[in-house]
């Protein structure tokens, strides 16, 4: 008697259904707006892999899977960086924003193609400090020319436990 979890994109949460049998074809639609076919989504209990942290940063769309498959990549080349090279500083975080599909901001693109020219990395942040503060290093993925969308907030989860 499997509970499947489905998702209302319009409503932003997270249902969970009771199936007297399995059924992985039947998608209800959504109990609370009434209006929309949900998706079905990954139950928690079946995910492999390491807890999420409590205090993770939601803001960014990032799959989490790809995220540590790219860091895993480039461990090994980390940690034969010169670190008196900013040409290789800057080669690492172009291969780890490429993997993980994270686009950078335009004022971290720039530094980031000062220190492929070589310039001194205390030096550009001396330099830019004010403009880079506070500002956060990363946008979300979007079509050039267009402003990316904001995130939006985790999915509320519906306790009520409904019939499929």
Known sequence: MPIYEFYCEDCNTIFQ???RVVNTTKRPTCPRCRKRVLAR???T????????EEDADD????????MEAAMQAIASEAENLNEDDPRQAAQLMRKLTQATGLELN????EALARMERGEDPEAIEAEMDDALEGEDPFVLPGKKGKKARPARPAPARDDTLYDL
């Open 17 to 19: 259904f009771y199936s």
């Open 45 to 52: 209990f079946a995910v492999t892999g390491r807890a999420r």
């Open 106 to 109: 335009p004022r971290m693109q």
């Open 59 to 66: 803001d960014l769309p990032i799959d989490e899977t790809r």
């Open 41 to 43: 989504r990954m139950s």
